[in-house]
């Protein structure tokens, strides 16, 4: 199992947030214990969550500690001034009674209670409510910044294995006089005759435009193919070439052009 694809799976984050499975919850306890860069990869997890709710923490009103408070002062006022208006009766019955008064007391009190649990509940509720609709914004961000990493890391990766190929050449096509901060690089694996392209600073070509690799064969050129931006591999493969003296991109008509357009070539490089 690889390590470090089943810490960025996203199990980790479900883990943490008591969302994950009994079973999965069971096997990530089982590798924690016996991995360390796992068990690190949950203390991150929970280190950022309990950043976040630090972050966006929203404390409950100002006012409603005063509002509590006063209403019970109030009650309490009401509670003395009905004891003080209670006569004493002048004979002790048998049995005595308790006064009516004195048995609603008991319910105010339970009345307030209930009052304070509800504001607190519904404050509560406000302040886990924001603080769950901000975590869930920030790990939409991380998501998203991890996905970036993800395909940063093969991008380079796809890149590395390229150029560590046995019999593959690296050849830079720097941008011509009008485009001189441009640059691609073509990978041309000697053996298979197979070309790769790169755009490394290329602008996104227009909706009806795209970029197309030529290869200088014979003095002549020779069309390889179109670059597709909206594809998720930033190298791409092109077609094959038995010899070329040169590489070079133009951008053309989408689709591309059987003969190139001088004026809007870009860069350009020697085998």
């Not at 009401?78 to 004195?102: A, D, F, W």
């Not at 809007?264 to 085998?271: A, E, F, Q, R, T």
Request: proline share 6%; net charge negative; with cysteine.
């Amino acid at each position: 199992m690889d390590i470090k694809e089943y810490i960025s799976s996203g199990i980790i984050e479900a883990y943490v947030m008591g969302l994950a499975s009994e079973e999965e919850t069971r096997i990530l306890d089982c590798i924690q214990s016996n991995n360390p860069e796992v068990k690190q990869a949950i203390l991150d997890a929970q280190n950022t969550l309990e950043d976040f709710a630090s972050q966006q923490a929203i404390a409950p009103p100002p006012a409603l500690k005063s509002a509590i408070w006063a209403k019970i002062s109030e009650e309490n006022q009401e509670n003395n001034e009905i004891e003080e208006s209670v006569v004493e009766p002048v004979t002790t019955p048998l049995y005595p009674s308790q006064s009516i008064e004195n048995n609603k007391a008991p319910l105010k009190w339970f009345a307030i209670a209930a009052t304070i649990l509800l504001v607190a509940s519904i404050s509560l509720n406000l302040y886990f409510n924001n603080t769950q609709n901000s975590i869930k914004e920030q790990l939409a961000t991380l998501t998203t910044a991890q996905k970036n990493n993800e395909l940063a890391y093969q991008d380079l990766k796809s890149k590395w294995d390229l150029v560590n190929r046995p019999n593959v050449k690296t050849i830079p096509l720097l941008g011509v006089e009008k485009h001189p901060d441009m640059k691609a690089v073509v990978y041309f694996e000697q053996n298979s005759n197979d070309v790769y392209l790169a755009l490394e600073n290329l602008p996104v070509a227009p909706q009806d435009q795209q970029y197309q690799l030529w290869a200088i064969v014979d003095g002549k050129p020779v069309s390889l193919g179109v670059f597709d931006q909206n594809a998720a591999a930033s190298v791409q493969k092109m077609t094959a070439v038995t010899s070329a003296q040169a590489f070079a991109i133009t951008l053309e008509k989408r689709g591309g052009v059987a003969s190139p357009t001088m004026e809007n070539m870009y860069v350009m490089g020697k085998v």
